[in-house]
C-alpha cells in the first residue's frame, strides 16, 4: 500500500498538510516526496512493492504533468510496450510510471482501459485541471473534502482530511473518475453485462480458470508474498492455487483465541495438505480488549460487522510485519457478496439475491474491504484480492442468479463444485460450513467485546446515548462504545459509512439484532 494526497488549490496550507501526511506514514514508510506549485500540492508516501529502485518513487511527471497512485496494475508491461511504440520512454520499472503517458493518449477513456486496483491524482499541466479516479471495487481506498475557500482535498484516508476540510468527509465512489468538478461514472462493476444462461459445468469451469488467472496474476511481485488462511472456504482456495502456482511453499498466517479458536484446525489441515509454510498467531481477551481503540482510529467506521471482523485481522498482520519480511497479503474478501452468505440462504427469489449481491458489491468499500485494506495498511504491507478480479466479479454478477440461489442445501455451491476436481482441497475444507471471520476466530472474542461493552453503561445511559445521534442510530451497547470511540476521532463524520452491515431485514428468517450469522437458523455446523 501507499499513501496519496492532494490539495487542490492556491489555499493550501503546506504545513498542515505536511502534518496530516504524518498520520499515515504507515502506508508508505519507505519514502515521502511533495510536490508543490502555484495550482496546489501533492504527496506521496511509499511502500515499494514493484519497481524497488528509486526511480520507481513518485510523484511521476510527464511535460511537467503530475500523477500519484497508490495501485497495482496487472499486465502493466503490455500497455508500456505500446507506449513505447508510440514514443514514450521510462525510468523504471514500476507499473504506476505508465499512467501518466497512457493519459495523455487516452484521456479519461484509459480509465475503462485499465485492469487494476488504484486510487489515483492527476495535474493536467495543459489545462491546469485535477483530476482523480479509484478502481470500480473500492480495493484502494480514496476519500475527499473542500477547504474553506471550496477547493477538493483528496486523501487515501479520512484520519488525513481531519483538520484540512471543511464539512463532510465523503468516501471517492469507486468507478467514478472526477473531472471539472464533477463526478463521472467509467464502471459499474455490480450490473451485470447481461445474462450468463450456461450449462453448471461451463459457468464452473469458467469460474475457476477466472479465479486462478485473478490469483496468479497477483503473485506478481517485487516483495514477499504471504496469505491469511483462515481454514474458510475462500482464503483456502486462494492459497491453494498459489501453492499450485508457486515453486516454493507458500507462507499461511492464521489466527484464533488461546481458548477456542475454531479456525487454526481447518487453518492447520489446509496448510498441512498444501505444505505451506504455516505460522498461527495466538491472541489473549486482553490483547482483544487493548487494540480496540486503535482498531477504530484505523478503520474510520463505527460497523459492528467491520469492527469485529478487523480485531483478528489487525493483530494477524501486526504479528506478520513485526516477525516476518513479507510484505504483500493475499486475502480472501469479496467472495460473500459475490456468491452469497449465509443470510442470503433466506433470499426469497434470484431476483431479491442478485439485487442483494449488486447493493452488496456497491458497498463493499465501506465495509470488508475497508477493513482489509485498514487492516493491512497500517502494518505497512499491501493487500490483494483476488476474487475481486475484475474480470471475475464481472462474470459471476452475470451468471444467472437463480443458479446462485442456494437451492443445492450447501452455500456458495457454484465455487465449491468449479474446484471439486483437482485435488485443490481436502474435501472437509472444500465443503465446510461457512463461519463468519469474527466468530471463526473465536467465539469468545466477539462475547468479550459484548461484554465489555455491557460493562460502559447503565441502561439508562445506553438510552440516552442512543438518542444522540440521528445517522446510524446505536441500538446495542456494543454499537454504542463503537460510536463513541468513532466520534472521539472522527467527529460528526458518520455518514462516511451508510449504516451498520446487517441482514436484509426485510426477508423472512433475517429480521435480528446483530450481524453476526451465529443467530441465523440456518447457521447450523458453521461454528464447530
Not at 486496483?117 to 473534502?145: C, H, M, N, Q, V
Not at 475484475?390 to 465449491?416: A, Q
Not at 468449479?418 to 472437509?428: S, V
Request: with cysteine; hydrophobic share 35%; charged share 30%.
Amino acid at each position: 500500500m501507499c499513501c496519496v494526497l492532494a490539495w487542490c488549490g492556491e489555499d493550501y496550507d503546506e504545513s498542515l498538510f505536511k502534518d496530516s501526511m504524518k498520520k499515515t506514514i504507515s502506508r508508505g514508510p519507505d519514502q515521502s516526496r511533495l510536490w508543490v506549485s502555484d495550482e496546489g500540492i501533492m504527496g506521496f508516501q511509499r511502500l515499494s512493492i514493484m519497481g524497488l529502485t528509486p526511480e520507481g518513487m513518485q510523484p511521476f511527471s510527464h511535460e511537467d504533468s503530475v500523477l500519484v497512485c497508490n495501485g497495482e496494475i496487472y499486465g502493466f508491461q503490455k500497455l508500456k510496450d505500446e507506449l513505447i511504440k508510440k514514443g514514450y520512454s521510462f525510468k523504471s520499472d514500476s507499473d504506476c510510471e505508465i499512467l501518466l503517458p497512457l493519459y495523455y493518449e487516452y484521456g479519461t477513456e484509459m480509465f475503462q482501459m485499465l485492469d487494476a486496483e488504484f486510487a489515483l491524482i492527476i495535474f493536467d499541466s495543459r489545462t491546469k485541471e485535477w483530476i482523480a479516479a479509484r478502481d470500480p471495487i473500492g480495493i484502494r481506498p480514496l476519500y475527499y473534502g473542500y477547504s474553506k475557500n471550496e477547493n477538493i482535498i483528496f486523501a487515501s484516508e479520512p484520519k488525513d482530511l481531519i483538520g484540512m476540510v471543511q464539512g463532510e468527509i465523503k468516501p471517492f465512489p469507486p468507478g467514478h473518475y472526477y473531472k471539472n468538478g464533477e463526478f463521472i461514472s467509467y464502471c459499474d462493476i455490480a450490473k451485470p453485462q447481461g445474462v450468463i444462461k450456461d450449462d453448471i459445468e461451463t459457468v464452473c469451469r469458467n469460474i475457476r480458470e477466472k479465479l486462478i488467472e485473478g490469483v496468479s496474476k497477483r503473485l506478481v511481485s517485487d516483495a514477499k508474498v504471504g496469505f491469511l488462511l483462515s481454514g474458510g472456504l475462500d482464503s483456502s482456495l486462494v492459497c491453494s492455487i498459489a501453492a499450485k502456482e508457486s515453486k516454493e511453499p507458500i507462507k499461511t498466517f492464521a489466527i484464533g483465541m488461546s481458548e477456542d479458536a475454531i479456525d487454526l484446525k481447518y487453518a492447520k489441515e489446509t496448510a498441512d495438505y498444501l505444505k505451506s509454510d504455516h505460522t498461527e498467531v495466538i491472541i489473549t481477551k486482553d490483547d482483544v480488549l487493548s487494540a480496540l481503540d486503535e482498531v477504530i482510529y484505523l478503520l474510520g467506521t463505527f460497523d459492528i460487522t467491520t469492527i469485529r471482523a478487523s480485531m483478528g485481522m489487525y493483530l494477524l498482520c501486526k504479528a506478520i510485519h513485526e516477525q516476518t519480511d513479507v510484505r504483500v497479503i493475499l486475502t480472501g474478501e469479496v467472495s460473500d457478496e459475490l456468491f452469497g452468505y449465509k443470510y442470503t440462504d433466506f433470499a426469497p427469489s434470484a431476483e431479491a439475491f442478485q439485487k442483494e449481491a449488486e447493493k452488496r458489491v456497491r458497498e463493499l468499500h465501506m465495509y470488508d474491504v475497508l477493513r482489509a485494506d485498514r487492516c493491512i495498511s497500517v502494518n505497512s504491507l499491501e493487500a490483494r484480492v483476488p476474487f475481486g478480479d475484475l474480470d471475475f466479479v464481472h462474470y459471476v454478477m452475470s451468471i444467472d442468479p437463480e443458479m446462485k440461489l442456494n437451492t443445492y442445501n450447501k452455500g456458495k455451491y457454484l465455487l465449491r463444485h468449479a474446484f471439486e476436481k483437482g485435488d485443490y482441497l481436502p474435501f472437509d475444507i472444500l465443503w465446510r460450513e461457512k463461519a463468519a471471520f469474527s466468530d471463526a476466530v473465536g467465539h469468545s472474542m466477539v462475547d468479550y467485546l459484548k461484554a465489555y461493552a455491557e460493562r460502559q453503561y447503565t441502561d439508562e445511559e445506553f438510552l440516552n446515548g442512543c438518542e444522540k445521534y440521528d445517522h446510524a442510530k446505536p441500538f446495542t451497547k456494543e454499537s454504542l462504545l463503537y460510536r463513541e470511540i468513532f466520534e472521539k476521532y472522527y467527529p460528526g463524520q458518520s455518514q462516511m459509512i451508510k449504516d451498520f452491515w446487517m441482514p436484509n431485514k426485510e426477508w423472512e428468517g433475517c429480521n435480528v439484532n446483530d450481524p453476526s450469522a451465529r443467530v441465523l437458523s440456518n447457521y447450523g455446523d458453521s461454528g464447530k
